[in-house]
């Protein structure tokens, strides 16, 4: 009995692994394209709701229409909002293809590799 339980823990927790290895490279895929020299920009956002929207649409204006080529994408990640911020950012998101939304923790991932490949 002992045993049956030891094995369903390790499989489990390699279920697990295999997962979390699988969720990084989606969002690494899905919210970058690192093959691309440019600048990207991330703004990160925490209980803003109200003033989100006005803030968001003047950057992103002074970005998509001004001479900015460079910028290649803008990362709008949310730290764990109490408010509804994250569906702010999402509403971005499907107008304007521009746009990468993420979570802070997918973000920090991210973030994470790309430190990694490049040392």
């Known amino acids: 009995m002992l045993d049956f339980i030891l094995n369903t823990l390790v499989y489990i927790l390699a279920i697990y692994g295999i997962i979390?290895?699988?969720?990084?490279?989606?969002?690494?895929?899905?919210?970058?394209?690192?093959?691309?020299?440019g600048i990207y920009i991330i703004i990160?956002?925490?209980?803003?709701?109200?003033?989100?929207?006005?803030i968001l649409?003047?950057?992103l204006f002074k970005i998509m229409y001004g001479k900015e080529d460079?910028?290649?994408k803008?990362?709008?990640?949310?730290l764990s909002s109490k408010d509804n911020t994250?569906?702010?950012?999402?509403?971005?998101?499907?107008?304007?293809?521009?746009?990468?939304?993420?979570?802070?923790?997918?973000?920090?991932?991210?973030i994470d590799m790309i430190d990694k490949t490049e040392k």
């Open 20 to 37: 979390e290895i699988i969720k990084t490279v989606y969002y690494i895929m899905e919210y970058t394209n690192l093959s691309e020299d």
């Open 44 to 54: 990160a956002t925490k209980n803003q709701e109200g003033r989100l929207e006005g």
């Open 57 to 59: 649409r003047s950057i």
């Open 70 to 72: 460079e910028i290649k």
């Open 74 to 78: 803008v990362i709008l990640t949310d």
């Open 86 to 110: 994250f569906n702010v950012l999402k509403k971005f998101k499907r107008e304007n293809d521009y746009v990468a939304v993420s979570t802070w923790k997918e973000c920090k991932e991210i």
